[in-house]
Antibody, heavy 119, light 107 residues
Framework: EVQLVESGGGLIQPGGSLRLSCTAS????????MNWVRQAPGKGLEWVSI???????YYADPVKGRFTISRDNSRNTLYLQMNSLRVEDTALYYC?????????????WGQGTLVTVSS | DIEMTQSPSSLSASAGDRVTITCRAS??????LNWYQQKPGEAPNVLIY???SLQRGVPSRFSGSGSGTDFTLTISSLRPEDSAIYYC?????????FGQGTKVEIK
């Protein structure tokens, strides 16, 4: 059974850093395309970042240069390092696995971890 | 980046009604369009992928169509459990983007 469990969220001051983790089970993170998607309170879904099985990484413009997606294959875990955090980064952050192959849709989501950026 | 625009932002319809949600892409995305349903307090779930393919386990009253820049999600006969927010997402670009969502309420 596929499971995605996010952790690492919390209250952080503007300008601070936080690292989110997504521990996966039931599949191998390194063999799949993995996304971070966020949702600000009461707002819609916003795609944040993706890492492909081949290692390529991409970021949405609002987080480019501040956030870094990575994975630890030995721990089967996905990370999101978030630096220079802003109030507008406040959101529930979901880890999400795309289906394998060439269909490119998200088939599994975690439950999310809440990041609150506030002074 | 590819911008996705949904309409309407919200709608209210009666059980049994046919409901259509539209999603427009700012450039040609061929058929790389997915639809997700999100209920309060839950993570989203995929309904339709690649414009018109129904995800396993999703009721057949949901269907999708379109190509290029214009897409639709149709619920053929609305049920109370369909009350949710629906999002389109393009997967043509490596920079994935979602529409702003359409809230569907049952009268």
């Amino acid at each position: 059974e596929v499971q995605l469990v996010e952790s690492g969220g919390g209250l952080i001051q503007p300008g601070g850093s936080l690292r989110l983790s997504c521990t996966a089970s039931g599949f191998t993170v390194s063999s799949n395309s993995m996304n971070w998607v966020r949702q600000a309170p009461g707002k819609g879904l916003e795609w944040v970042s993706i890492t492909y099985s081949g290692g390529s990484t991409y970021y949405a413009d609002p987080v480019k240069g501040r956030f870094t997606i990575s994975r630890d294959n030995s721990r089967n875990t996905l990370y999101l390092q978030m630096n220079s955090l802003r109030v507008e980064d406040t959101a529930l952050y979901y880890c999400a696995k795309e289906v394998r192959g060439n269909l490119y849709y998200i088939e599994y989501w975690g439950q999310g971890t809440l990041v609150t950026v506030s002074s | 980046d590819i911008e996705m625009t949904q309409s309407p932002s919200s709608l209210s319809a009666s059980a049994g009604d046919r409901v259509t949600i539209t999603c427009r892409a700012s450039q040609n995305i061929f058929t790389h369009l997915n639809w997700y349903q999100q209920k309060p307090g839950e993570a989203p779930n995929v309904l339709i992928y690649s414009t018109s393919s129904l995800q396993r386990g999703v009721p057949s009253r949901f269907s999708g169509s379109g190509s290029g820049t214009d897409f639709t999600l149709t619920i053929s006969s609305l049920r109370p459990e369909d009350s949710a927010i629906y999002y389109c997402q393009q997967s043509y670009s490596v920079l994935r983007t979602f529409g702003q969502g359409t809230k569907v309420e049952i009268k």
